[in-house]
């Protein structure tokens, strides 16, 4: 069964600190990986999407890379902010499902002032 | 808008009744998606539409639910004969293609919170 898994479930953290959210899935054979943040009562934002055949993306403070090989992919957030505070979601569009997405379960982020 | 749009944006309903929900993609997007969001479950693919054909179902829970879209636009999720079990938020999602396209970054609507009495 092709899965996705999130570590930690919740992080709290001080403002400014630097912090790496990871994500784990069981199949290698993907054809990308994408990060959302959900914030309460809220729909999905995209963050970034990280093709198979790249290693990483950026986006401002925001820094995804993927290795296929062991099922890995990490969102590093640079100097957090209260702002950041939100749940994280990996989905992985896995080679053998088609066009959906399987999600983890997510990483619930606090960011304290 | 130049986002998803979803609505309404909360239903409440009884058990038993059929409610309909709907979804309005970006415009251009040829794919696009429904999932459900639930406590416990987390989220979950329901069905894939291409244009107005649905070759991916294989997430509907039962066959009360149903889907159609219309135009290559517009979709409209039913569920009949609802039941408690149903409450979620059902979450849309479209992308510029689809199975055939390996970049296919999909974009959500803010959701469209389903609670059953």
């Known amino acids: 069964k092709q899965e996705v898994t999130q570590i930690p479930a919740a992080l709290s953290v001080p403002e400014g600190e630097n912090l790496v959210l990871n994500c784990s899935f069981t199949?290698?054979?993907?054809?990308?990986l994408q990060w959302f943040r959900q914030d309460p009562g809220k729909g999905l934002t995209s963050l970034l999407l990280?093709?198979?055949?790249?290693r990483e993306q950026t986006s401002g403070r925001l820094n995804a890379s993927l290795d296929k090989s062991s099922g890995r992919s990490t969102l590093y957030i640079a100097a957090s902010q209260p702002g950041d505070s939100a749940t994280y979601l990996c989905?992985?569009?896995?080679?053998?499902?088609?066009?959906?997405?399987?999600f983890g379960e997510g990483t619930q982020l606090t960011v304290n002032p | 808008g130049a986002g998803v749009s979803q609505s309404p944006s909360n239903k409440v309903t009884e058990k038993g009744k059929d409610v309909e929900l709907r979804c309005d993609p970006i415009s251009g997007h040829t794919a696009l998606y429904w999932y459900r969001q639930s406590l416990g479950q987390g989220l979950e693919f329901l069905i894939y539409f291409q244009g107005n054909s649905a070759p991916d179902k294989s997430g509907l829970p039962s066959d009360r639910f149903s889907a159609e879209r219309t135009g290559g636009s517009v979709s409209t999720l039913t569920i009949q004969r609802t039941q408690q079990e149903d409450s979620a938020v059902y979450l849309c999602a479209s992308s510029l293609g689809g199975a055939g396209f390996s970049y296919n970054e999909q974009f959500f609507g803010p959701g469209t919170r389903l609670t059953v009495l």
């Open positions: 990280i093709q198979s055949s790249q």
């Open positions: 199949d290698s054979a993907i054809y990308n």
């Open positions: 989905a992985v569009r896995f080679g053998t499902s088609g066009s959906r997405l399987t």
